[in-house]
Every structure is written in structure tokens, then in C-alpha cells.
């Protein structure tokens, strides 16, 4: 007998896979937005990580291009309850970038090219749970969906994920980003119903 693999084009939502309390599973992949599209040149992108003591590193975006990328596939969950399982990305791990950052800020705010930011726990970047993406399902991450370049951190609330991301600050003191300031939950796990404060 040969194994039976699931290759990309077979791939089949599973509806007995569990989903998140108050979720349900879609086959779109909606837009949510809180201003407009910025316009981001990849000649202009660069990723600018902070530390808590005011130290900086840089990568343009043929640093990124030259690092070490790896293929994702993993479910999302948007806060306004649509999930979508096995979605299929292309990224760098956050491991990668920060494993020559010394800090011991334990909380990140994330900035977004147009001002959106986002805030979250600097263990949840690391040990393989967030990636700078910019391929969806093969192709260039299309401008709406946050490219050339979105963080993915999938396992918490998809506003989490920051579409055209643009750095990292890390501090030693949470501070609350933009949706986290209306309301949002400050840390957003979706299997515990983390939706707002
Ligand atoms: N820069 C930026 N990132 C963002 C947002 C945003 O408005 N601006 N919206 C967040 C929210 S609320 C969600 S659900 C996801 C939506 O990503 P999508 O538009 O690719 O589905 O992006 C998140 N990242
Ligand atoms: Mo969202």
C-alpha cells in the first residue's frame, strides 16, 4: 500500500476538526482593514527591531529574501468570528531575526507601515509560533492582505497578525496597540475566547 499524501490541491476543509468556541469556518479569505492599503515599495521596506534599551537592527527586504524561509500551513482566526483552516504561507521564523537581539523586554508592540500597531508577549514571537510572511498559497502576499511583508501569529486572534509590518519595539511594560486600546483583549487566545478586555 502507498501513503496517501495530501498534497496542496487535495486539500479539503476538515469539518470535524474542532474550531475555536464561537467560531465558524469560511473558504474566503475577507479583508479587514482599519485605514487604507498603505502603498509599501520593497526597495523603501525595511524591518526595524528596538530593544528596551534603545538598540536597533535593521533588515531591508533583501536581507529578508536572504534568509532562511520556511512553508507554513496553519489555521486563522479573526476576532469577527470567520476561521480558516490550513492556510499555507511562506515566511521567516521570528526565531531567526531575533536570535542575535539581546534583550530581556518581555513585551513587543509591533508597528505596521500606515500606523496600525499591535501588542503581545515577546514568548509569543519566538519558539516557532510567528514569521514575517510574504507569500499566501504560492504567490506574493497580495497589498491587501499585508504585503510585501505581515507578521503571522497564528495562535492567537488574526488582529494580532499586523499586515505590513514594519518593526518591533520591545519593552520591559505592555503597552496596549491600536485595537487593544479600543477594547481588545491585551493577549487574545481564541480558544479561550480572548475577544475583548
Ligand atoms: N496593519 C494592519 N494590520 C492588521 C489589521 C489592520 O487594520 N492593519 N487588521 C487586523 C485584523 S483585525 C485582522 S482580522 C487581520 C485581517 O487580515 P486579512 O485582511 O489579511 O484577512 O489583519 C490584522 N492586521
Ligand atoms: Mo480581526
Redo the contacts with the bound molecule.
Keep these: 500500500m502507498g501513503i496517501v499524501t495530501r498534497g496542496f490541491g487535495g486539500r479539503r476543509p476538515d469539518p470535524g476538526r474542532p474550531l475555536p468556541p464561537g467560531q465558524f469556518l469560511t473558504q474566503d479569505?475577507?479583508?479587514?482593514?482599519?485605514?487604507p492599503t498603505p502603498d509599501v515599495e520593497v526597495d523603501r521596506w525595511e524591518l526595524v527591531v528596538t530593544t528596551e534599551h534603545g538598540h536597533v537592527r535593521r533588515w531591508s527586504w533583501g536581507e529578508l529574501m536572504a534568509t532562511p524561509a520556511e512553508d507554513v500551513v496553519t489555521d486563522i482566526h479573526?476576532?469577527?468570528r470567520w476561521s480558516k483552516h490550513d492556510t499555507r504561507w511562506r515566511g521567516v521564523s521570528v526565531d531567526v531575526l531575533l536570535g542575535d537581539v539581546e534583550t530581556t523586554g518581555e513585551f513587543v508592540l509591533v508597528h505596521?507601515?500606515?500606523g496600525?500597531t499591535?501588542n503581545l508577549p515577546l514568548a509569543d514571537l519566538l519558539d516557532g509560533q510567528a514569521w514575517i510572511a510574504f507569500e499566501y498559497e504560492g504567490e506574493p502576499l497580495e497589498p491587501?492582505?499585508?504585503g510585501p511583508a505581515?507578521l503571522l501569529v497564528p495562535h492567537l486572534?488574526?488582529?494580532?497578525?499586523?499586515?505590513?509590518?514594519r518593526g518591533f519595539e520591545i519593552h520591559d511594560v505592555d503597552e496596549p496597540g491600536?485595537?487593544e486600546t479600543y477594547g481588545y483583549h491585551g493577549y487574545g487566545d481564541p480558544w479561550l475566547e480572548q475577544r475583548y478586555a
Design positions: 479569505f475577507p479583508v479587514l482593514s482599519a485605514g479573526c476576532v469577527t505596521s507601515y500606515g496600525y499591535t491587501v492582505h499585508g505581515r486572534y488574526f488582529w494580532k497578525s499586523a499586515k505590513w509590518v491600536f485595537w
